[in-house]
DNA sequence: AAATTTTTCTTAAATTCTGAAAAAAGACTT
DNA sequence: AAGTCTTTTTTCAGAATTTAAGAAAAATTT
């Protein structure tokens, strides 16, 4: 048994109580110290030391005096958020997402860039490159604590390589080898599912749910799985790949040579397979209007639009598409039980359509009330979900104590 | 967020080096003071420090003295194994199982009680008092560090209940409050499923595994996930229900509602069902002669009695039930990627029956080399799997450091 | 018997937290 | 307006524990 063998140190203490009272700051900020002390049970010197190092290395700032609540009024301590920024890049399938966010994951500029098909390593990586030359023009170099990248497929994070990348079937890319040697600065990378998950457990709707799971519907289905706070990568970081989960043994046959995968049910093509075939069998939709009757055209994006303009196929369409999920979502309930899900990816516009259907399908397949209180909710970041994960892949390395 | 707000103190620095220092006695004892100061990073009188305290609580004891490698032969330190006694209960549907381990979960007595149909929650906790008390008769009773439960259904390991007992049809049994009561130690309860996997982590097949899985594959089907070398519950305990997770939208019809949940095609009574279909229908198999002509006597057990004698039929069945387990279990590698999976539980008795079956599907439905590696291995413990895991809820008081 | 290696113990130094108390700053009372 | 009380923050001595360095002990090798 490997209960990896940790050594409590000095270095170790104070790193925890560093990081403890950092996070406090980020998370309930603007505080002061003495509140600081009260919640984290540290002594009032110790707090007081630790935030003098703080300050000085320009990650925390004191602003405004708080209250006074009949003494003297505290000083407030905050995240000195506009200090530091982070850069996150989101590598989709046709698409590559830049932006660049401040300590908060504010959003503060961001571009995108196309991927031409059949991109070769150099492709990937000079787009890469060129993105994020262009999203830093003129800034400080200093400001910036690091690059994150997330991308679809698999991806070693230690290495920070993407070991395949299903879309491009380009496998191994040194992606971090190649960033850090021409940007000089922290270089993260990760699977774009988890990076999403990351984003909104830090800044979007994952808020104080230590146990969650996040879920990119696009062309495929991925998971990011929050354990502890943490995220969870498994062994050979397949942890999540649930589009590839059987839910129907006599299914649909998915490109992985199985049957009845979740992905062949609820993703983005299998939704625009499903209205292709009802919209050539003859039946009614505003679809027909808005690809003008050539049926190549009809993808998820398109289902998304005429439900939108409450076509009844449309609806009813994504609302079986919502089952779909639901039932893989209930699988994940009753495997990993997590406190929340989140659903993001290409599929999140339509999410509403999406959401009875997912919600229906729990309440009636879930084990126990507990099971059926499993909160499920839409991405708050959108489309910039898997880019602000990313940045804050970097942000973790400042903030999170590493072990 | 709620990333915990850990503290670092000279006591958590402390615990951690003791626990450390205990478990390395444990996982590679006989070792020396010196050697554990290598491996651990700690300086030697820090673990001479700590090792002193150790032996002083009896836990460990200097045994014989080690080869020297050229120098002062090294005092070799070992877990003083059967200073302290632990004790486990296996509340199954029909028998309920007691065992007593020493601090390495060897199994130094054990008895099993059978619970009568349709027991009240009084039953139970009258069963389980006899059993302990008269398995514990005449010892001394300074010699128990406490007892554990593993109950099947779904518990809560915090306030030592379980919340609802299936095979019971009961809700809400206070089992740690009363047996604290009666016997005045250390009392945990915990899931059956995770018992046995904790058992077989400790002191099993999981061995240096630190993500892996434990499948109890019996009436129902349950697993016990390990993260990080502790059990994961999920958010209301209900993490590794797994015995309801939907692999055929399409197939037989479960007493949770639902259709084609894993354990209608793969645990014990779905076994029975298939085999007595199959039966009367003519089906020759040496079964027959087994259960004499009555059918309902068919179940499980009779299946792999069946299969130890080479029946052609009874094998294929199994090679089947596996099958469908792979497709189970596949689902949990891409959703948690474990390194390894274990299986246990009632089957597992059967388990090279259905090991060949659940091999073949994981070898033909993994999604990548890695995925396809995951090891998959039978229980070590066998029956008293559970039992013995109960005891580790103990040992993990003393040996891990609790945060 | 001397040199070397390994284990263990001793002592002093370093790091960091802790506790008490003082200082600072403001609010309230008279 | 002065004095007193509260609250916040800092200061400083003391405590807990690890760390570093060296010495002693014991066994093996030369």
Chains 1, 2 share one sequence.
């Not at 932006?99 to 991109?119: A, D, Q, R, W």
């Not at 023009?137 to 920070?160: Q, R, S, T």
């Not at 990011?224 to 129907?248: P, S």
């Not at 919502?322 to 309930?333: A, H, P, Q």
Request: charged share 25%; proline share 4%; glycine share 12%.
């Amino acid at each position: 048994m490997s209960t990896k063998y940790k050594r409590g140190s000095f270095q170790l203490m104070k790193s925890m109580n560093r990081s403890t009272i950092l996070n406090m700051i980020r998370e309930e900020g603007p505080i002061s110290r003495a509140d600081i002390a009260k919640k984290t049970k540290l002594t009032p010197p110790t707090v007081s030391n630790i935030v003098k190092e703080l300050i000085s290395t320009q990650f925390v700032i004191e602003t405004t005096q708080g209250m006074s609540k009949g003494g003297r009024k505290p000083t407030l301590l905050e995240i000195n958020a506009d200090q530091f920024y982070t850069i996150g890049v989101d590598v989709g399938t046709t698409q590559m997402k830049f932006v660049i966010t401040n300590l908060f994951g504010k959003l503060k500029s961001h571009t995108t860039l196309t991927i031409p098909p059949f991109p070769s390593h150099e492709d990937i990586l000079s787009i890469m490159k060129k993105g994020i030359r262009e999203l830093m023009d003129g800034a400080d170099l200093n400001k910036f604590l690091g690059i994150g990248v997330g991308m679809h497929g698999i991806v070693d994070p230690e290495e920070g390589r993407s070991l395949f990348a299903p879309a491009f079937q380009l496998h191994d890319i040194p992606i971090r080898d190649v960033l850090e040697n021409e940007f000089n600065m922290i270089v993260k990378v990760e699977n774009d599912a988890r990076a999403m998950t990351l984003g909104e457990y830090w800044f979007g709707n994952g808020n104080d749910a230590d146990n969650m799971l996040g879920v990119n519907v696009g062309n495929g289905i991925g998971a990011g799985l929050m354990v502890k706070g943490r995220l969870f990568h498994g062994e050979h970081n397949l942890a999540g790949e649930i589009g590839h989960i059987t839910i129907d043994l006599s299914g649909p046959k998915c490109n992985c040579g199985n049957y009845g995968c979740l992905q062949t049910l609820a993703a983005g093509p299998a939704i625009a397979e499903r209205a292709k075939k009802e919209l050539k069998a003859g039946r009614p939709s505003l679809i027909h209007e808005l690809v003008d009757g050539d049926y190549d055209k009809v993808d998820g994006q398109k289902v998304y639009e005429a439900a939108t303009q409450q076509d009844p196929f449309s609806i009813e369409l994504l609302h079986q598409t919502g089952r779909y999920l639901g039932i893989g979502l209930t699988n994940l309930i009753h495997t990993i039980n997590p406190k929340r899900m989140i659903i993001g990816g290409g599929v999140s516009g339509a999410g509403e359509f999406l959401m009875r259907g997912i919600e229906e399908t729990i309440q009636s397949r879930g084990l126990t009330d507990k099971a059926k209180e499993t909160s499920i909710v839409l991405s708050k970041l959108g489309e910039h979900a898997s880019a602000i994960g990313a940045c804050v892949l970097v942000l973790e390395e400042f903030f999170i104590r590493q072990e």
